[in-house]
C-alpha cells in the first residue's frame, strides 16, 4: 500500500477531512481538517506509515481551514 492510500485511509478512519498529494520534490503533502483528538491520532499514523515504508519526517504547519475539504478525505492529483 502507498504512503498516499495509506494516508487517506488513516484519516477517513479517524472522521478527518482533507487530501494528500505528492509534491514535486518526492515529499507527501497532507492538508487535514479535524479536532485536536483526530488530528493527532492521524498524526502518530502518518509517522508510523505503511507496512514496508519508511517514514522520516512528519512536519505540521497552522494552515486555513478550506471549506472544500472539510467533509471528506480525497487524494489529490498534481
Do not use: H, W
Amino acid at each position: 500500500m502507498g504512503y498516499r492510500f495509506f494516508a487517506c485511509s488513516a484519516a477517513e478512519k479517524q472522521g478527518v477531512g482533507g487530501y494528500v498529494r505528492n509534491l514535486s520534490d518526492g515529499r507527501v503533502e497532507v492538508y487535514a481538517v479535524g479536532t485536536e483528538t483526530q488530528l493527532g491520532a492521524l498524526r502518530e499514523a502518518l509517522k508510523r506509515g505503511p507496512r514496508l515504508a519508511r517514514v522520516e519526517e512528519v512536519s505540521e504547519t497552522a494552515a486555513d481551514v478550506l471549506p472544500r475539504f472539510a467533509s471528506s478525505f480525497t487524494i489529490e492529483q498534481d
